[in-house]
């Protein structure tokens, strides 16, 4: 029993394989022309997206955004990427939650940044960490150019063996974080900290609050810093998040809700 349980695993993931990528083609693949940067975790993932896209937008990039907690369908990406393409953009930063990495929806995909928040169970019944790390190796084994780790994170010593092909940045209040947080405060309406990247400080500030912001800034500034941006562009960029505020659809091309499209469709 357990033997037939197996096969019809292996074959549900060939079939999602191949439907990724008869999605990707139906797409004319428009990916390649774009630089993607996927951003995983149990949490934190929509703020630290939003953050990235800021910072890119402040830096003058053309990026798309599509950020959801929830399970993204390989219909909803690959025409997300058409929509980002057509608009002209040359960064795409996505969400990739554990369920979406497991049913392949990014296989395939040439990712260029892979970022980790953090693994934070909910309950009894959630995946453990060994668990949780053969999900997300689906994302890690893609070869992504680089990849950021959460140096603070309880289970880092189970996540550390991700690397990136080029780099390997990690962020967290350990000093030996490539983007360490040297200090915080907390606010009724915001926070802001301290970051000291290979000697320089950043002072950076936002409107979200909650200590665990604080992480989601410096992952951010860990995925900024890696596309060699500046430290102004970085802290005007997270400054700029506004979750409040209406997002902009022209900068956010497509929605995570929308039917999935049928790959042979005329």
Same mark, same amino acid.
């Given at each position: 029993?357990e033997?037939?349980?197996?096969v019809?695993?292996?074959?549900?993931?060939?079939?999602?394989?191949?439907?990724?990528?008869?999605?990707?083609?139906?797409y004319?693949?428009?990916?390649?022309?774009?630089?993607?940067?996927?951003?995983?975790?149990?949490?934190?993932?929509?703020?630290?997206?939003?953050?990235v896209?800021?910072?890119?937008?402040?830096?003058g990039?053309?990026?798309?955004c599509?950020a959801?907690?929830?399970?993204?369908?390989?219909?909803t990406?690959?025409?997300? $990427?058409?929509?980002?393409?057509?608009?002209?953009?040359?960064?795409?930063?996505v *969400? %990739?939650? !554990?369920?979406s +990495?497991?049913r392949?929806?990014?296989?395939?995909?040439?990712?260029?940044?892979?970022?980790l928040?953090?693994?934070?169970?909910?309950?009894?019944?959630d995946?453990?960490?060994?668990?949780?790390?053969a999900?997300?190796?689906t994302?890690?084994?893609?070869?992504?150019n680089?990849v950021?780790?959460?140096?603070?994170?309880?289970?880092?010593?189970?996540?550390?063996?991700?690397?990136g092909?080029?780099?390997?940045?990690?962020?967290g209040?350990d000093?030996?974080?490539t983007v360490?947080?040297e200090?915080?405060?907390l606010?009724?309406?915001?926070?802001?900290?301290?970051f000291?990247?290979?000697g320089?400080?950043?002072?950076?500030?936002? $409107?979200?609050?909650?200590?665990p912001?604080?992480?989601?800034?410096?992952?951010? *500034? %860990?995925? !900024?810093?890696? +596309?060699?941006?500046?430290?102004?562009?970085i802290?005007?960029?997270?400054?700029?998040?506004?979750?409040?505020s209406?997002?902009?659809?022209?900068?956010?091309?497509?929605?995570?809700?929308?039917p999935?499209?049928?790959?042979d469709?005329?």
């Open positions: 029993m033997k037939v349980k197996k019809t695993n292996k074959t549900k993931t060939r079939v999602r394989k191949i439907k990724t990528k008869l999605l990707a083609s139906y004319g693949n428009p990916i390649k022309d774009m630089k993607l940067i996927c951003i995983t975790g149990t949490t934190g993932k929509v703020e630290v997206a939003h953050f896209h800021e910072i890119l937008r402040v830096a990039q053309h990026v798309a599509l959801a907690d929830e399970d993204i369908k390989a219909g990406l690959h025409k997300f $990427f058409s929509d980002a393409w057509k608009a002209g953009a040359n960064y795409v930063v *969400t %990739a939650p !554990a369920k +990495l497991k392949e929806v990014f296989h395939g995909l040439p990712v260029y940044i892979a970022a928040t953090n693994y934070i169970p909910a309950g009894l019944t995946a453990s960490a060994e668990e949780y790390e999900d997300e190796s994302l890690f084994d893609m070869h992504p680089i950021v780790l959460n140096r603070d994170d309880l289970h880092y010593s189970t996540f550390q063996n991700f690397a092909t080029d780099a390997t940045i990690t962020y209040s000093a030996a974080s360490q947080i200090s915080s405060k606010y009724k309406k915001g926070a802001e900290a301290r000291n990247i290979s320089n400080r950043l002072n950076v500030a936002t $409107f979200l609050t909650g200590e912001v604080i992480s989601y800034m410096a992952c951010a *500034t %860990a995925i !900024a810093s890696a +596309l060699h941006l500046s430290h102004s562009d802290e005007n960029g997270l400054a700029e998040y506004d979750p409040t209406e997002p902009d659809q022209s900068e956010n091309p497509a929605e995570p809700e929308q999935e499209p049928s790959p469709a005329s």
